[in-house]
């Protein structure tokens, strides 16, 4: 069956980095457009980022452009974001989602989901 893993997350202070993977199995990886997606407390689920099936498009939220990037490895079948400048508003729970057709950063073209993995930036 399709599953998505995230990892990755964890306590970082302000302005440092980390690194978050989404790691699939059960399906056909490259066939799939992966996205990004974090959901504060309290807040909608909001699109951070998105990539092509290939790795040759990608988009960006203007919230965390220039400071994020999207990356997959279609033989490791894992989607990287790697988070830079990190601020205490990116506090959330981060997703990551798949979907046949053309990346995009609205939650609601996406059929499959992980389980999510908590981020928080704190001094």
């Known amino acids: 069956q399709l599953q998505l893993v995230e990892s990755g997350g964890g306590l970082v202070q302000p302005g440092g980095s980390l690194r978050l993977s989404c790691a699939a199995s059960g399906f056909t990886f490259d066939y799939y457009a992966i996205g990004w997606f974090r959901q504060a407390p309290g807040k909608e689920r909001e699109g951070l980022s998105c990539i092509s099936q290939t790795g040759s498009r990608t988009n960006y939220a203007d919230s965390v452009k220039d400071r994020f990037t999207i990356s997959r490895d279609n033989a490791k079948n894992t989607v990287y974001l790697q988070m830079n400048s990190l601020k205490s508003e990116d506090t959330a729970v981060y997703y990551c989602?798949?979907?046949?057709?053309?990346?995009?950063?609205?939650?609601?073209?996406?059929?499959?989901w992980g389980q999510g993995t908590q981020v928080t930036v704190s001094s």
């Open positions: 989602a798949a979907r046949t057709r053309v990346a995009t950063l609205n939650p609601s073209d996406y059929t499959y």
